[in-house]
Each structure stands twice: as structure tokens, then as C-alpha cells.
């Protein structure tokens, strides 16, 4: 049913764009990318608005272009080579712009991605049954804050925290939810606390890190 909803979906997007496509619609070998990235016929003096299309070297789309005054504004379109949509993503002159998103190639969303005048916010990956593989969030192209993992079937798998891209803590769970491990990290090396947990989620080993060697252990006997 689910693969039934997302290939009427397809066929919907696939019919909107190639009746918007109605109007100027060239292959790319036809055009140039002159300065500030402006799309020109060749040989026009005007910029070129309408769309551009690629092809896969033996035949087949490839891509789908959207421009208007010569600059990439709209839902930029690509696809596998048996006719898949590949990825789509949304532009506003000439940055990423909203969302894109990544397919498998059965149709699911394998990803998403959001973007504000061409910076990104956010990341989620999916598994190919739906559920979401991991989330994070982006500040200055670096993930910032809380990445969550999840297992294929829903439950938290790790919880990662970072700061200006570094790794400094996990927490990492069994896929029945008890506490497996605790991490702490510095500059990619051990630093600070690690914590083991047993089976029924106690405390059964700490350790501690300082640049990467370790300082002290103690394993906790019931």
C-alpha cells in the first residue's frame, strides 16, 4: 500500500513538471554557465529561463533543471537510470533553498535535508522500511548539538552530543532500550568519563580518560 502511495505520488510530481515544462525545455549540452553563474543559450545575449534536461549517456533522463533568468530557481529534479526519481531538491536563485530529499531506488525517501539561503539546519536518514536512521542538526556546515541513531526497528540506538562538529559524549543503547555504553570524547581521543553497563542496565565498569590514556578503573561486583 505504502509503495503504491509513494509511486502515485511520483507520477503526480513527474506529470506537474513536465507540463510545467512546457515552455523552453533544452538539453544542457546546449547551454553555457557564464559568469556569477547566469545560464545562457549559446550564443544568446539574454539569459535563458525555462528548463534544462541532462541525459544518462545511453539514454534516459537524468535530470531536471528549473531556471528563470538564468539563475537555478525552483525544484531541481534528478533521477536513476530506470527512471527513478533520484533526489529533488528546492533552489532559490541559485541556492539550496527549503528541502531536498533523496530516494532509494524503490521509491522510499532514503534522506532529507533543510537549507536557509543555502546553509543547512538540519539532516534525517531513513531506513528503507520508513523508520528514521539518524537526526542531527547543522550550524555552519558542522553538526551541532544532539545526532539521535535509531535502529531499523524505531528504538534509540545512540544519542551523540557535538560541538562545532567534534564528537564529545555518546550514549550508546541496547535495541531493548537499556544503557549500554558512555563515552566522552576530546579532539577524537578518550577523555573524561566511560561508563559500561551489564545487562540489566548497572553500572559494571568505569574508567577514566586524559587525552586519550587512561587514568583510572574500577568494576563494580554486585
Not at 63 to 75: A, D, H, V, Y
Not at 120 to 141: C, L, M, T
Not at 152 to 176: C, F, H, P, Q
Request: proline share 1%.
Amino acid at each position: 500500500m505504502l509503495k503504491s502511495i509513494h509511486f502515485i505520488f511520483f507520477s503526480i510530481l513527474i506529470s506537474i513538471v513536465s507540463t510545467s515544462f512546457s515552455q523552453d525545455t533544452i538539453n544542457e549540452k546546449l547551454v553555457e554557465n557564464r559568469a556569477h553563474c547566469i545560464y545562457y543559450i549559446k550564443g544568446a545575449k539574454t539569459p535563458f529561463t525555462g528548463f534544462i534536461y541532462g541525459n544518462y549517456f545511453l539514454g534516459g533522463r537524468k535530470s531536471l533543471t528549473p531556471i528563470e533568468n538564468g539563475i537555478i530557481t525552483g525544484k531541481v529534479v534528478g533521477y536513476y537510470k530506470n527512471g527513478a526519481i533520484k533526489h529533488t531538491i528546492e533552489m532559490k536563485y541559485g541556492d539550496k533553498n527549503g528541502e531536498e530529499i533523496g530516494y532509494y531506488k524503490t521509491g522510499e525517501i532514503e534522506s532529507r535535508m533543510y537549507f536557509t539561503n543555502g546553509i543547512a539546519n538540519e539532516e534525517i536518514s531513513y531506513y528503507e522500511n520508513g523508520q528514521v536512521q539518524h537526526r542531527a542538526f547543522i550550524k555552519d556546515d558542522k553538526i551541532e548539538g544532539t545526532l539521535t541513531r535509531y535502529y531499523s526497528s524505531g528504538e534509540v540506538e545512540a544519542k551523540e552530543a557535538y560541538k562545532d562538529g567534534e564528537l564529545t559524549s555518546e550514549m550508546r543503547y541496547e535495541i531493548n532500550g537499556i544503557k549500554d555504553t558512555y563515552r566522552e570524547w576530546l579532539n577524537g581521543k578518550k577523555n573524561g568519563e566511560w561508563v559500561y553497563f551489564n545487562l540489566e542496565g548497572k553500572v559494571y565498569i568505569t574508567e577514566k580518560y586524559s587525552n586519550g590514556k587512561l587514568m583510572s578503573k574500577k568494576v563494580w561486583i554486585d
